[in-house]
């Protein structure tokens, strides 16, 4: 038998790139509450197929499943064209509805049975080592790993296939419409492909953390690189490492796999918000710091070189006048006169500041 | 004895009763301005983001007083909405994926310290995971008080800012012209939506909680087009989906209150989409059918 903690490192990996694989393409096409809502409406069809199958079957659950999916995206998409309320509202209105369906079915006929409402929230990775595979009496190690491997390759192939197709269709709509290839079919199918995704993570993760397997991956990539395959390629490799870890710092803390998981999926993502190189948000502090510096730095050789020569030259030359007149801060006046003097575009003499050759030269292009 | 002399005379009942009342009508009538700003989702996030807060008020005091509980779920519920729109406004995600990692990576947080919180040996904590799909039967009276001072202070802010809360939902831009602090007011919403969700944790939870702000609104826009006609539709939408869902839950001790609060909300916006008069489906589509024959009988009687 496999190691119980080997197969939920497995499944968890398998599970986070199975769910990043549609992730970069839901987040480019401005779908992650769709999938949000996808997640929660799939569980009145598992329980449906529990019931009708009598007990856990896997191809009963993922057609229950698809079929919910189904019926939620196009009551959504109804809903929406109604034009009685927001596409917002219509999400909001149907996905608690059918989740409230599922956990009400859930607590009332399967309570302590198999199904129960914590599972449902975040599932029981925990036991995936404990159901195997049975096939002609072969034990062929944890159900769920084969189930996540083989979605792992459905959605591959899903990527693969259709890239060129899936990639034009995200970004320019019309022009894969008028080239022949059908926006609203991909659409579609990958609509498909994220609810089958769902189900086949929803045991082990449960409802709302599939949602942060395929969201955040694809969000944190998409802060990382400006290329399509980059992102997918990163997205998966962002999952798989909290997979690992988040593993980790459950068995430290002994909580739920799932919960840590997310959470250093969280992190990661706070993390590249914060110090991402192209997107980052203490880049951009810093470019724009350093624009505001250059800025200045013209404005003060500007208007040096505009009363240069001319009466009150000296008066306009002083560091007091400058912050008044550029309306600058004492600190920042002297901080952009030290610049310019480190960089030799102007000189201190007799107490007020002179532009020397190199200033000069770039304070009339400036204006020029 | 009838449900109804027991609504005044048992303890449980009465508390029940007025507690998802008072949740149903402070959340119907903040869901109407967050709907009409399409803001509906925002709550959903909102909800799910105060679930760390729970646990991380729990753990600093140990102790499950309603009141501190609360205040913890607001202030992460806070933070949450905050990080949202900052990720919207200053990274390059958008909207939808920024909902969804704040919703999903909050709540995610949450389940870590909730199941670190129970599996620890530790015999006080049992009833912190009720804050999931909530459980209205253990309300107590001074539940009800705390949610009834929280929810009065949130009625009268929108009494008094009735004005201001109109024009920024339906014109935010034509408000900033006119010299209305507009992100003071935005604020104030967002902070009145954060009150109206930590009331309704304790009753409907943390995962359903946001379609009590959604439901209440929707249906109530289908009966009048007056803003304040619809708050006060809204809250009576509210309550009655509130009281009912509770009641039902409470009758039957193994339904976790929330999702029949919710199923109650969804019959009562089902029937107004199709059945309210004027805006309702059906009737939309008697006038069309109607419009047909009398099309059909015109071009007929032209031949």
Known sequence: M???????????VLISIACALPGAFLVLRKMAMMADAISHAILPGIVAAYFLARGPDLLAGFLGAAAAAVITVSLIEALANTRKMGGDSAIGLVFPAMFALGTFLVSKYFANVHLDNDAVLYGNIEFVGFENMLV???????????????????????????????????????????????????????????????????????????????????????????DLKQMIVISCLVGALAAVLGYGIARLINASVSGAIVTVLGVQFLLVVLFSPAHGLVAKARRLERQRVQFALQSLLVHLHHHEAQVGEEHEAELRHLS????????????????????????RQNGHLVLTQDGRQLASRLIA | ???????????????????????????????????????????????????????????????????VLMLGAAVSGWI????????????????DAALGIVLSAFFGFGILLLTFISRRNDANQAGLDKYLFGQAATLTTGDVEAMAVLGMIALVLVAVFFKELKILAFDSEFAASLGFNTHAINLLLTTLIVVAIVIGLRTVGVVLMAAMLIGPAVAARQWTNKLSVMCALAALFGALAGVSGALISI?????????????????????????????????????????????????????
């Open chain 1, 2 to 12: 496999m190691d119980p903690g080997l197969a939920i490192i497995l499944t968890g």
């Open chain 2, 251 to 303: 009758s039957e001790s193994r339904l976790p209150t929330g999702p029949m609060v919710i199923l109650s909300m969804t019959v009562i916006a089902a029937f107004s989409v199709f059945f309210a008069p004027a805006r309702g489906l059906v009737w939309e589509w008697v006038q069309l059918a109607r419009h047909r024959a009398q099309l059909r009988r015109g071009l007929a009687a032209g031949k």
């Open chain 2, 1 to 67: 004895m009838s449900i109804f002399t027991e609504l005044f005379t048992d303890y449980t009942l009465r508390n029940v009763a007025l507690g998802s009342a008072l949740l149903g009508v402070v959340s119907g009538v903040l869901g109407c301005f967050a709907v009409l700003r399409r803001q509906g989702l925002i709550g959903d996030a909102l909800a799910h983001a105060a679930l760390p807060g729970i646990c991380i008020a729990y753990l600093l005091t140990g102790a499950k007083t309603p009141l």
């Open chain 1, 136 to 226: 002609m009496g072969f034990n062929l190690g944890p159900q769920a790993l084969w189930v996540m491997a083989i979605l792992c390759v459905i959605n591959l192939l899903f990527v693969g296939l259709l890239f060129k197709e899936l990639k034009l269709s995200t970004f320019d709509p019309g022009l894969a419409a008028a080239l022949g290839f059908s926006p609203v079919l991909l659409h579609y199918l990958l609509m498909t492909v994220t609810s089958v995704t769902a189900v086949g993570a929803f045991t082990a993760v449960g409802a709302v953390l599939v949602v942060a397997l395929m969201i955040i991956p694809a969000a944190t990539a998409y802060l990382l690189t400006d």
């Open chain 2, 80 to 95: 949450g909405v905050w990080a949202l729109l900052r990720l919207v406004q200053h990274t390059r995600i958008k909207e």
């Open chain 1, 324 to 347: 008044a007149e550029l309306r600058w801060t004492r600190d920042f006046a002297e901080r952009i006169v030290n610049t310019a003097l480190d960089r030799n575009y102007i000189v």
